[in-house]
């Protein structure tokens, strides 16, 4: 069933838990998470970027009610959450179109904007039932970025700043910069364990890993045990996806065929992934 993403995160961080949130492109990424999902029996929060808003050309409207339907079809647990949007426009369509939670990302702003429209997209989200994460500190590696930056180390999130930020913006949840960066191929990444057990005492509310392909398994499971609730997953997925496909093109026409081993590779991936954090 589609559940509300703030409910999935609050029970996981009570239990000492993370939930696994995977970046949804297609349809396939849906369904292979949600079988995955099953196949685990765990929850699990499906999420689409703006970025992948922008790959749909634009149009929230499609990909999320497939994926919402594919949620809601499942017998796992699983949320909608709208993830990194920037766009004003997008967050207000999230409540109609089934979304259970935003990330507004303000975080290519100064301090002091970033708290600004931040607060501003608390005030709308908790308005109309939504769970709001936010991201304080800079994560490297996301679209647009220039490529010299990708794998920076990025700005690393200050605790007591961090709590601040949370009290004055009121998010339920926060992105922090750890050591981890968008849309790394290999395994690679080290986290500052120190800083993140120095977050969680600060900061009140579930605390969000982004970039977690980049992250080894070990890494993962002591994230979750330093104090991290959201595990955010997408490149991991789509490298599945891709090498499922490369080996079968050539003259195969018809879609399906491949679309289905691309399916099975993601379900694959993010079964790995659920494994891993439960086992924490
Ligand atoms: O918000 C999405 C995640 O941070 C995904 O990052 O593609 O590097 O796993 P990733
Ligand atoms: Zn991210």
């Known amino acids: 069933p589609l559940v509300p993403t703030g409910e999935l995160v609050t029970e996981a961080a009570a239990a000492g838990r993370a939930v696994a949130a995977f970046n949804v492109i297609t349809l396939e990424h849906a369904e292979a998470v949600a079988a995955a999902a099953e196949e685990a029996g765990l929850p699990a929060v499906l999420q689409i970027s703006q970025n992948a808003v922008a790959y749909h050309g634009h149009r929230l409207g499609p990909i999320a009610a497939a994926t919402g339907a594919v949620a809601r079809c499942s017998t796992a647990p699983l949320a909608l959450h709208l993830d990194h949007a920037d766009s004003w426009e997008l967050v207000e369509a999230a409540p109609a179109e089934g979304f259970g939670s935003v990330m507004y990302d303000a975080s290519r702003l100064n301090a002091e904007e970033n708290l600004r429209r931040t607060a501003e997209a608390v005030r709308f989200g908790h308005a109309h039932g939504l769970w709001v994460e936010a991201e304080l500190g800079r994560i490297g590696g996301k679209p647009g970025e220039p490529p010299l930056d990708a794998h920076a ?128």
């Open 153 to 280: 180390p990025g700005v690393r999130t200050d605790p007591a700043e961090a709590a601040a930020y949370v009290k004055e913006t009121g998010v339920d949840a926060l992105a922090v910069a750890v050591g981890s960066s968008h849309a790394m191929t290999e395994r690679t990444a080290a986290l500052d364990h120190t800083l993140i057990a120095a977050l969680r005492s600060a900061v009140p509310v579930p605390l969000v890993l982004h970039g977690s392909s980049g992250v080894p398994d070990e890494e993962l499971a002591h994230a979750v045990r330093s104090g991290m609730t959201k595990i955010n997953i997408g490149t991991a997925l789509n490298q599945a996806f891709t090498s499922a496909l490369t080996t079968h093109l050539t003259d195969h026409p018809d879609p399906r065929p491949y679309l289905s081993l691309a399916r099975a590779a993601v379900r694959g991936r993010a079964h790995h992934f659920l494994t891993v954090l439960s086992g924490v």
